[in-house]
């Protein structure tokens, strides 16, 4: 651990911090003497009925009638939240197109990867959600139907989006690089009303038109009664007529002036279904609430990213990523969200800090790899870019490197808070972050978030501090999953999460709570790396070997042997121009050596063309660990769920060789 923050608060920062308010705010309701973070997180966690009500009311949501209750069945799973309130998530998000100081603002800024930059305000945003929600209640969709999107990360999207939840209607989404197949394996399964699908994506300078696969996917799912065709590319006419029953344009769904109609809808009725990475199996539906995103996404935008009307949000994402529900609830903060259509590093590495710059973010959110790209490529972002209106960047996807945390100071800004962050599609929300006013060490993240009961536990249930073990959350979050669609009983729900500690969340990543209260991720503890009888993050290792400069990207895994011996290889993909020699075998085992520690030096050091990932950039640790144990390629991942099955086709070939 580094012995000083590489961050510390402003103590003079203007305006104030909300969470700041907050917490005078709950002293006031509590008659306590909260001052510290660690001071609020502690009573967050022991009091929830306290905690969540005061969320509640300092952010005022809107409901039927005020809460009587906060939690009236603690359970895991089965908590219930809020009983006897009904609310609606797009009232919410629509709630800042009623405010004067901001109607004519945009809420949404849509970047595409050409440049090209288009501007929703808050009135038109208004205006078109009533029209969508407006054509939906003429075909028929009611509250509890399903509508799906096919789509890239664009502003037609969040307007789609809006206007389902604003009925009451079941919203889920997947993006364009997927094909038909895969696509209906996620959406079908929901058997909707509705498809909004573009023509196409843009991604590394090429337009890709999708109009067949958007036919072909809408065969595939009967329960279909209409297609709403959105022109991304510019593609050209949808003569799909003979093989979509119901063909709409975009513009005739968005072309009414029908003011929105807002159905509130009982706390935990379902907002939205997202879906498990999917790498084997059919993906799993997991189903959010209204009220849990509103107000679980409320205390995160608005106390720990410091979100405030007004305000400017850029998260690098896809419609695949859960990141993107974060980005849509940005407008809950009656802040402006930035979509961005395309590759993070096309054409060049800069190109996220340039869209931060000329959208005036205040907030930019980013995975390590960019990080990364920006240091290889001697990148000084905060002197070669205007990004004075920036005061946070947020980071997850992945845990960010120690080495990355001086760069973000020295080439971005001493200012700029880098919060690291880690989550999941499982409660679309944290469970570790950063907050204003806690320090950040590199390598780390800063705490537990609030309401959030965090602890790292042994094999026996024991809590653990300054050692590497199971991250469980042992009181209920209001945005932990009201169901998982397809699960009648609830089984899959509770083996998932709850079967190795029942009544306790069992995220399935390794982490350290260190004395001083911060957080490490270790990684999944299903790839956890065991050397001589000692467990070791992947996360070490990465830390390391991604900061040379010869190496582009690495994998590690640790493999049990059919002769009882345990086999730690280390995968590298080289820069352009660099060969695996001596030289560089021996430079990296002593890298590991002297700043990991002797245990991280792999068995050994291999080149390979590509590293394997999921649909949202996360590495594929325990796909190719099983495909070097012998399992068959098919049982291992399905080829639309990982960005390049090419990379994984080669540990095949690897293994086999082996």
């Given at each position: 651990?580094?012995?000083?923050?590489?961050?510390?608060?402003?103590?003079?920062?203007?305006?104030?911090p909300q969470?700041?308010?907050?917490?005078?705010?709950?002293?006031?309701?509590?008659?306590?003497d909260?001052?510290?973070?660690?001071?609020?997180?502690?009573?967050?966690?022991?009091?929830?009925?306290g905690?969540w009500?005061?969320?509640?009311?300092?952010?005022?949501?809107?409901?039927?009638?005020?809460?009587a209750?906060?939690?009236?069945?603690?359970?895991?799973?089965?908590?219930?939240?809020?009983?006897?309130t009904?609310?609606?998530y797009?009232?919410?998000?629509l709630r800042?197109?009623l405010?004067?100081?901001?109607?004519?603002?945009?809420?949404?800024?849509t970047?595409a990867?050409?440049?090209k930059r288009?501007?929703?305000?808050?009135?038109e945003?208004?205006?078109q959600v009533g029209?969508?929600?407006a054509?939906?209640?003429?075909?028929?969709?009611?509250?509890?139907?399903?509508?799906?999107g096919?789509l890239?990360n664009t502003h037609?999207?969040?307007?789609?989006?809006?206007?389902?939840?604003?009925?009451?209607?079941i919203?889920?989404?997947?993006a364009q690089?997927?094909?038909a197949?895969?696509a209906?394996?996620?959406l079908?399964?929901l058997?909707?009303?509705?498809l909004f699908?573009?023509?196409?994506?843009?991604w590394?300078?090429?337009?890709?038109?999708?109009?067949?696969?958007?036919?072909?996917?809408a065969?595939?799912?009967?329960?279909?009664?209409?297609?709403?065709a959105i022109d991304?590319?510019?593609?050209?006419?949808?003569?799909?007529?003979?093989?979509?029953?119901d063909?709409?344009?975009w513009d005739?769904?968005?072309?009414?002036?029908?003011?929105?109609?807002?159905?509130?809808?009982d706390f935990?009725t379902p907002?939205w279904?997202?879906?498990?990475?999917?790498?084997?199996?059919?993906?799993k539906?997991i189903?959010h609430?209204?009220?849990?995103?509103?107000?679980d996404?409320?205390?995160?935008?608005?106390?720990?990213?410091?979100?405030?009307?007004?305000?400017?949000?850029?998260?690098?994402?896809?419609?695949?990523?859960?990141?993107w529900?974060?980005?849509?609830?940005?407008?809950?903060?009656?802040?402006?969200t930035?979509?961005f259509?395309?590759?993070?590093l096309?054409?060049g590495?800069?190109r996220l800090?340039?869209?931060?710059?000329?959208?005036?973010a205040?907030?930019?959110?980013?995975?390590?790899?960019?990080?990364?790209?920006?240091?290889?490529?001697?990148?000084k972002?905060?002197e070669?870019?205007d990004?004075?209106?920036?005061?946070?960047?947020?980071a997850?996807?992945?845990?960010?490197?120690?080495?990355?945390?001086p760069w973000v100071?020295?080439?971005?800004?001493?200012?700029v808070?880098?919060?690291s962050?880690?989550g999941?599609t499982d409660?679309v929300?944290?469970?570790?972050?950063?907050a204003?006013n806690?320090e950040?060490?590199?390598?780390?993240?800063?705490?537990?978030?609030?309401?959030?009961?965090?602890?790292?536990w042994?094999?026996?249930g024991?809590?653990?501090?300054?050692?590497?073990?199971?991250?469980?959350?042992?009181?209920?979050?209001?945005?932990?999953?009201?169901k998982?669609?397809n699960?009648?009983d609830?089984?899959?729900?509770?083996e998932?999460?709850?079967?190795?500690?029942?009544?306790?969340?069992?995220?399935?990543?390794?982490?350290?709570?260190?004395?001083r209260g911060?957080?490490i991720?270790?990684?999944?503890?299903d790839?956890?790396?065991n050397?001589?009888?000692?467990?070791?993050?992947s996360?070490d290792?990465?830390?390391?070997?991604?900061?040379?400069p010869?190496?582009?990207?690495?994998?590690?895994?640790?493999?049990?042997?059919?002769?009882?011996?345990?086999?730690?290889?280390?995968?590298?993909?080289?820069?352009?121009?660099v060969?695996?020699?001596?030289?560089?075998?021996?430079?990296?085992?002593?890298?590991?050596r002297s700043?990991?520690?002797?245990?991280?030096?792999?068995?050994?050091?291999?080149?390979?063309?590509?590293?394997p990932?999921?649909?949202t950039?996360?590495?594929l640790?325990?796909p190719?660990?099983?495909?070097i144990?012998?399992?068959?390629?098919e049982?291992?991942?399905?080829p639309?769920?990982?960005?390049s099955?090419?990379?994984l086709?080669?540990?095949?070939?690897?293994?086999e060789q082996?």
């Open positions: 651990m580094t012995a000083e923050p590489i961050w510390r608060p402003n103590p003079d920062q203007t305006p104030r969470i700041h308010a907050f917490t005078e705010f709950a002293n006031q309701r509590t008659g306590r909260m001052v510290s973070y660690d001071d609020l997180w502690r009573w967050s966690v022991s009091d929830l009925d905690f009500g005061a969320v509640w009311d300092f952010f005022d949501v809107i409901a039927d009638e005020p809460y209750k906060v939690l009236a069945n603690r359970s895991m799973p089965g908590a219930e939240w809020f009983p006897g009904r609310v609606n797009a009232e919410h998000a800042a197109a405010d004067e100081r901001l109607v004519d603002q945009p809420a949404i800024i970047v990867e050409d440049g288009f501007e929703v305000t808050w009135r945003l208004r205006r029209s969508v929600a054509w939906l209640r003429e075909r028929g969709v009611q509250q509890g139907d399903r509508v799906v096919y890239p037609h999207t969040l307007v789609a989006f809006l206007a389902s939840a604003s009925i009451g209607a919203w889920s989404a997947c690089d997927y094909a197949e895969k209906a394996a996620k079908g399964q058997e909707p009303s509705v699908a573009a023509d196409g994506y843009s590394n300078g090429q337009n890709f038109d999708r109009r067949d696969q958007v036919a072909e996917l065969a595939r799912i009967p329960s279909l009664r209409a297609v709403v991304n590319i510019g593609a050209g006419p949808w003569d799909y007529d003979n093989r979509i029953a063909l709409v344009a005739d769904t968005t072309g009414g002036d029908t003011p929105p109609e807002f159905v509130r809808v935990d907002l279904v997202l879906y498990s990475s999917g790498t084997t199996g059919i993906p539906g189903v609430s209204h009220g849990g995103v509103v107000i996404h409320l205390r995160l935008l608005g106390l720990h990213l410091d979100l405030r009307p007004g305000d400017r949000f850029f998260w690098y994402t896809n419609t695949n990523w859960m990141m529900n974060l980005v849509a609830s940005a407008l809950l903060a009656g802040a402006t930035v979509c259509d395309g590759s993070p096309y054409p590495p800069r800090w340039e869209i931060a710059a000329e959208t005036e205040n907030v930019l959110g980013v995975s390590p790899g960019i990080f990364l790209a920006g240091m290889k490529a001697g990148l972002p905060g070669e870019l990004l004075s209106p920036l005061r946070t960047i947020g997850t996807g992945a845990p960010v490197p120690a080495h990355c945390f100071r020295d080439a971005v800004g001493d200012r808070q880098l919060a962050t880690s999941g409660v929300s944290g469970f570790a972050g950063s204003p806690l950040v060490w590199a390598g780390e993240l800063s705490g537990p978030v609030l309401g959030v009961a965090l602890q790292s042994d094999d026996d024991e809590p653990l501090i300054d050692e590497v073990g199971e991250m469980v959350i042992t009181e209920p979050m209001p945005s932990m999953p009201v998982f669609w699960d009648p609830g089984q899959r729900y509770r998932t999460y709850f079967s190795m500690f029942p009544g306790v969340w069992r995220h399935g990543d390794w982490i350290t709570i260190t004395d911060s957080v991720i270790s990684g999944r503890s790839a956890t790396l050397r001589h009888g000692v467990r070791l993050g996360a290792i990465y830390d390391v070997v991604d900061g040379i010869e190496v582009a990207e690495s994998l590690v895994i640790g493999a049990e042997q059919p002769d009882g011996g345990y086999w730690m290889p280390l995968f590298v993909v080289l820069a352009d121009g060969s695996l020699d001596v030289s560089l075998r021996s430079r990296i085992a002593g890298d590991l700043k990991a520690s002797p245990r991280h030096v792999p068995d050994d050091i291999i080149a390979v063309p590509a590293i990932h999921t649909r950039g996360k590495k640790e325990v190719v660990k099983r495909l144990q012998g399992h068959a390629l049982k291992v991942a399905n639309d769920a990982v960005d099955f090419e990379a086709e080669y540990f095949v070939r690897f293994a082996r």
